[in-house]
């Protein structure tokens, strides 16, 4: 089975593009020349200039030796925590600020949960010029205070979404709203894989660097391009899509994806979306949704402002559906017991949403001669204040 993306958007049965009329143009315009732009020699070259002598790629893959030994398998970290900014977020803020100013766009916009994605489009917007508004959920602002200081710091006008649960999905719904409002001059930054086509399989394209990476230095670490089972967690799931692109169509690799279950997936407080989902609409495209039987979406939680989503993005509602994709529910204290894990064993504080994907290690299965890779794909710096209420270390 072939995992693509067909000409309206669409990963099987997940994707498209439900919008309001009046973003139909900007959509379009996306639609119709994204790709002509992105493949053009000149914007190639731009882009993997900036990720080389502006973001720091590659990445380092680490070989984590003490992490490896207590869990009996080969485990390299992909160091997305290492990329300026502190995030994998930045390689498609790159991207689509460069796409920006080609179709000639004057003013920025952004949601953010984790504050990482706003951080990134906030930082472009001050490398090329441009104005920036970042829509961020209230209850985000006062667990991220940090990266809103940064934002405001590179220049950016951060406004808090007061509606619903005031997180990332309330910003989301505000952004979208200012898009409607002034779709001539304004480009969209969406920050993840989630969103009207093709914003999910463009946002992965930009992404894909990561897995591309992986293939070249595991070559050199293993002398093998694949490795057995590839780990990353998932909100709307940019890191993830990025981490599994180049290995959708090897089956020979295992795709793990975990999610945040909260105070666990039968609580009522919990974002696992593949395994409280139904099939719905959100933010312009068909995909799992966390709902009600009228479909009303469910207000998600997870101590991760990045997972804290009720909804997964297309392609990986289509990795579920289809079986592709290993999908665990990885519970906040658990999350948590693996942060300050890979602290203490390896001198790594990372991000709580990479903690998700940390403590999949142990609800999987694997043999003892596996290559498992773990995308990292932030660096805790930003949950301190999170790590130091939990307490437990």
Known sequence: MKIEIDKNGFYGKFGGAYIPEMLYPNIEELRDSYL??????DFQKKF???LKDYVGRP????FAARLSEKYKAKIYLKREDLCHTGAHKVNNTIGQILLAQKLGKKRIIAETGAGQHGVATATVCALMGMECTVYMGEVDMERQKPNVERMKLLGATVVPATSGSKTLKDATNEAMRQWINNPVDTHYIIGSVVGPHPYPEM????????????KKQLQEKEGRENPDIVIACVGGGSNAAGAFYHYYNTPGVRLVAAEAAGLGVSSGKSAATTALGKLGILHGSRTLLMQTEDGQVVEPHSISAGLDYPGIGPVHAHLFDVGRGEFVAVEDKDAMKAGVELSKLEGIIPAIESAHA???????EYKPDDVIVINLSGRGDKDLE???KWGEY
Not at 203 to 214: G, P, R, T
């Open 59 to 62: 990445t380092p893959l680490y």
């Open 203 to 214: 946002v992965a394209k930009f992404q894909s660097v990561i897995s591309a990476e992986i």
């Open 358 to 364: 940390l403590h999949a290690l142990n609800q999987i």
């Open 386 to 388: 999170t790590y130091i």
């Open 48 to 50: 993997y200039d900036l």
């Open 36 to 41: 002509g732009i992105i493949e053009d020699e």
